[in-house]
């Protein structure tokens, strides 16, 4: 099986959790894209959910499949979340925001009864950190909490753009990807960033996912948190 493929079995295992009725957060990236996708299909067919979209991204790809939409203004409780992710490792801990949403999806979460997480194979690790954790800043706070996390040794480097810019994030932010490495303590590290004034979200995601399917040359694998 192909990454793509995987990607998409995973999708398709998680469209069969979704029910008619539910309040659904919609994860950003592409293999939420794919879960989306899907339950468009589902939506045209008649399934009636409302959708709490990630980032702009997925906004914009459910109004064009016709899935409804709303805000936080008009929900308070979201019944599942379905979203991809960067890396998995056994305790279902995570780091998301490759594609610069994780602000947005990890309030999303926060606000969800259940959170599944769908990925291709590579993503599920023994240890996180291999992948840049990405550090979300108000650009004003950005030169200051660069050697902040240079001495945390993140070794930050400012994400850009495809066109060479800062890259901004829905929330009009700056990203640093801090490669760390193996992050031994993702606990302490969660929080160490999450005390520092400026630093508006980061992408480590712990006590989250709820269940994680993980695309796989075999199938897809269930794993239960
Ligand atoms: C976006 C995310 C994505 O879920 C994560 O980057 C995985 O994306 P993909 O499914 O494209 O590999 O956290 O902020």
Redesign the pocket.
């Known amino acids: 099986m192909t990454e793509d493929e995987q990607?998409q079995a995973a999708a398709a295992k998680a469209v069969d959790y979704i029910e008619d009725g539910m309040v659904l957060g919609l994860?950003?990236?592409?293999?939420?894209?794919k879960m989306v996708d899907l339950l468009g299909k589902k939506v045209a067919h008649g399934l009636y959910v409302t959708g709490v979209p990630t980032?702009e991204a997925t906004a914009a790809q459910a109004r064009a499949l016709g899935i409804p939409i709303v805000g936080l203004d008009e929900v308070s409780v979201i019944d599942l979340t379905i979203?991809?992710?960067?890396e998995v490792d056994p305790e279902g801990r995570l780091i998301?925001?490759?594609?610069?949403?994780?602000l947005r999806?990890k309030i999303v979460a926060s606000l969800s009864d259940r959170m599944i997480v769908i990925?291709?194979a590579k993503?599920k690790v023994p240890q996180l950190g291999a992948f840049k954790l990405?550090v979300e800043v108000i650009r004003f706070a950005a030169p200051a909490l660069k050697p902040k996390l240079d001495a945390l040794g993140g070794a930050p480097t400012l994400r850009l753009g495809k066109d060479g810019a800062p890259f901004v994030t829905d929330e009009g932010n700056y990203i640093y990807d801090c490669a760390f490495g193996k992050i031994d303590d993702p606990e302490g590290l969660a929080l160490t960033l999450s005390t520092m004034p400026g630093v508006v979200e980061h992408?480590l995601f712990i006590g989250f996912a709820d269940l994680i399917l993980i695309g796989t040359n075999d199938g897809v694998e269930v794993i239960e948190v």
Do not use: F, N
């Open positions: 990607k994860g950003t990236g592409s293999c939420a894209a980032s979203d991809g992710t960067d998301k925001g490759g594609g610069g949403a994780h999806e990925a291709e993503k990405p992408g």
